[in-house]
């Protein structure tokens, strides 16, 4: 039984360009979450794709947008690359709340750095 | 305030010993608690999922949660060199999905 698959692993890119990150939510769940851990903080939630709608969202600004397939994988695109978006993303997957709460399950992350 | 605090550590301790790490939390209304672990380079993974009060075990792991202090713990007993890691709890908050995070606590297990 595949988990939550991110890909890629790592990436590296430059101010002011553009990224999409994927992720693949581990069988049988339809919910997948987006979160941001900088170095040496806890992962801050993005935002949230249930039935190919963002359901809720983080404090995060609109350079960040994300997509939801009929398949439940997911994107999380960013806009205009800062220094700052440097970070590891996390991608969460879980059942939605309707089938009772369920834990979510992390992959392990797509490292992105921006020079 | 911050809605979750975890002591960020580093803690080192001897292999076996009993290690203790805590959290406290802002809102009386979070339900459900989790720890996860995370190694370098990894994403978390799920130890513990509580929800309310009382204590939960599994193994070596004993998650206890405290809702009349707003204070979370989990204990490993028996401590291993392979549970160095940086352990993180979390709150579902208000019952949405969005997890709220601790900054994680890291933790060192010497031989």
């Known amino acids: 039984d595949a988990g939550v698959t991110q890909s890629p692993t790592h990436l590296i890119k430059t101010r002011g360009q553009q990224v999409t990150l994927r992720c693949s939510p581990k069988?049988?769940?339809?919910?997948v979450s987006w979160y941001q851990q900088a170095l040496g903080q806890g992962p801050q939630f993005i935002f949230q794709?249930?039935?190919?709608?963002?359901?809720q969202r983080g404090n995060f600004p609109d350079r960040f947008s994300g997509h939801q397939y009929p398949n439940y994988s997911s994107e999380l695109n960013v806009n205009a690359l800062l220094l700052g978006d440097s970070a590891l993303y996390l991608c969460?997957?879980?059942?939605?709340?309707?089938?009772?709460?369920?834990?979510?399950?992390f992959g392990d992350g797509t490292r992105l750095s921006i020079l | 305030q911050k809605e979750v605090e975890q002591d960020p550590g580093p803690l080192s301790v001897p292999e076996g010993a009993i290690v203790s790490l805590n959290c406290t939390y802002s809102?009386?209304?979070?339900?459900?608690f989790m720890w996860y672990r995370q190694y370098s380079r990894k994403g978390p993974e799920l130890l513990m999922y509580?929800?309310?009060?009382g204590n939960k075990e599994d193994g070596r792991f004993t998650a206890q949660v405290d809702k009349s202090s707003k204070y979370i713990s989990l204990f490993i007993r028996d401590s291993q060199p392979s549970d160095s890691a940086t352990y993180l709890c979390?709150?579902?908050?208000?019952?949405?999905?969005?997890?709220?995070f601790g900054t994680g606590t890291r933790l060192q297990v010497f031989p």
């Open positions: 809102n009386s209304a979070f339900q459900y």
């Open positions: 969460a997957s879980s059942l939605s709340q309707s089938r009772s709460n369920q834990p979510q399950h």
């Open positions: 794709y249930y039935e190919e709608e963002e359901r």
């Open positions: 069988s049988g769940h339809d919910t």
């Open positions: 509580t929800y309310s009060s």
């Open positions: 979390a709150t579902d908050a208000y019952n949405t999905d969005k997890l709220i």
